[in-house]
């Protein structure tokens, strides 16, 4: 994922650098993700500390779901600190997360308010 996340990014920087067009791509045009859907999928806090280092870096994702997991108070924290300073991400979904307090929760509003 880390890996994907980052590709998509260069992609990004790339077509940017060299000022292309879509239309002069044609079917060429490649874009980074902008929904990322990762829920019910036994995402951890080791998953999400992995999730929360390619966040860092990549700038294209808008909507992310990360309901249904397994991640812990600890782990959403560690998340909501990567988010510090992006502007590009404007929904994010940690539903269903039955390892979350209301604790971890205020701790993200926190962090996103801040």
Do not use: C, M, W, Y
Not at 10 to 37: C, I, Y
Request: glycine share 8%.
């Amino acid at each position: 994922l880390a890996a994907l996340l980052k590709e998509g990014e260069n992609v990004r920087k790339k077509l940017a650098s060299r000022s292309l067009s879509s239309e002069q791509l044609g079917d060429k045009t490649l874009f980074a993700p902008l929904e990322l859907d990762l829920s019910g999928n036994k995402i951890g806090d080791d998953g999400i500390v992995q999730l929360s280092e390619a966040i860092q870096e990549n700038r294209s994702i808008r909507t992310l779901n990360l309901s249904h997991n397994t991640f812990t108070d600890a782990g959403l924290k560690v998340f909501a600190e990567s988010l510090r300073g992006n502007n590009v991400l404007t929904s994010l979904n940690v539903n269903h997360n039955s390892k979350v307090s209301t604790n971890g929760i205020k701790e993200l509003v926190k962090v996103l308010v801040g």
